[in-house]
């Protein structure tokens, strides 16, 4: 949610919003944005850490 704070000083969050984050593991950072609606992409050498992604935002409609 720090990231939210950060980035919304310099561009409006919204569903139109797209977020990359390269190294990503489970996605943490990237949710807060999810939730907001913006649309998210995460990727990650781990492949263990890509599934768990998979399965924390199984919940998040995105």
């Not at 919204?14 to 996605?27: D, S």
Request: negative net charge; hydrophobic residues 35%; aromatic residues 12%.
């Amino acid at each position: 949610e720090f990231y939210i704070g950060y980035l919304s000083a310099f561009i409006e969050l919204t569903h139109k919003t797209r977020i990359l984050e390269v190294g990503c593991g489970e996605g943490g950072n990237l949710a807060p944005f999810a939730r907001l609606g913006c649309k998210v992409t995460g990727v990650d050498i781990a492949g263990c850490r890509i599934k768990e992604a998979q399965t924390y935002f199984s919940e998040i409609s995105n």
